[in-house]
């Protein structure tokens, strides 16, 4: 999991001004499985209206050397694939045109990559229990092991049964600490060495499924209102106080491979996609 995750750093010209998380994803749109496109999911909030945005992530270099860099995308916009749906807080960023950006011979992404065979769609999730073991992987506060360019995990579990679609809509709520940075947090079904099953069944083994992505969190105001907000990307000064209750909203990994569809349809060329092609600048530094 510490490789499938992306700290995201949005920039304000040359300040940084907020960070989230994001994680790989793998497509197919031509049929094959040798043949594939690498997206980075997140939450349209974190992407926003920013044009550049920051990836740190592991690289191999011509030498065969792992480097940790932050490679630096201007023009973020041309290649961001939002979901159709207007309260679908997902969106994907064509990573692929990101890669061949640095070239035949620049470093390569030392990443691992999920697809939709690692999701759970509603048929498997019908067999999950009411209450299941969760892991959220991302970047809380912005906290991260910048030595390592590894992520914070928090394990938690389903406040809600995975195979409900929470107040109609197709989410679950998690209960699991959740704090600026984690918008875009991949949310894991985690079972280690058991788990039961909905008919009543024990087995041995262990799951480690995408179950969803957090996209926002409750908060308890000071003045007694419980709101529901985007999970933040900076933390900021108000007025009024708000306090996460630890009660995270998710959307279901469902909506992922909804918009996987998409970028099969709309991210076709991997080298860059025409309309891309001009606007997008593309440079890294090592840290």
């Given at each position: ?12 010209g ?9 994680f ?11 043949k ?24 191999i ?13 201007e ?29 035949k ?89 058991a ?52 009660i ?23 080298k ?16």
């Amino acid at each position: 999991m510490a490789k499938m995750t992306c700290r995201l750093e949005m920039f304000d010209g040359e300040l940084l001004d907020s960070t989230g998380t994001g994680f790989f994803w793998k497509s197919y749109p031509f049929g094959t499985l040798d043949k594939f496109l690498i997206s980075v999911i997140t939450n349209k909030h974190v992407i926003g209206e920013y044009e550049r945005v920051g990836f740190v992530v592991d690289v191999i270099n011509k030498d065969g050397i792992i480097q940790h860099v932050r490679v630096h995308v201007e023009g973020i916009q041309s290649i961001a694939l939002p979901h159709p749906e207007p309260d679908c807080d997902l969106i994907a960023i064509n990573f692929s045109t990101v890669i061949d950006a640095l070239g035949k011979t620049g470093p390569r992404p030392d990443v691992i990559v999920p697809d939709s065979r690692h999701a759970l769609d509603l048929e498997q999730r019908r067999n999950l229990m009411a209450v299941e073991e969760i892991v959220v992987v991302g970047y809380p506060d912005g906290l991260w092991d910048s030595c390592n360019n590894t992520p914070v995990f928090r394990k938690g579990i389903s406040a809600t049964p995975p195979y409900n679609d929470f107040e109609g809509r197709p989410e679950f709520l998690i209960d699991c600490a959740i704090y600026p940075g984690s918008s875009g947090s991949p949310v894991f079904l985690a079972s280690s060495g058991a788990f039961g099953t909905k008919d009543g069944k024990n087995l041995l083994g262990s799951r480690m499924l995408l179950l969803g992505v957090v996209h926002s969190v409750f908060q308890h105001a000071s003045d007694g209102e419980l709101r529901i907000e985007p999970a933040p990307t900076a933390t900021t000064i108000v007025p009024t106080f708000k306090f996460p209750n630890n009660i995270g909203i998710c959307l279901y990994a469902d909506k992922i491979i909804e918009l996987d569809k998409l970028i099969c349809k709309q991210f076709v060329d991997v080298k860059a996609g025409n309309r891309a092609q001009g606007s997008l600048r593309v440079q890294f530094e090592q840290i």
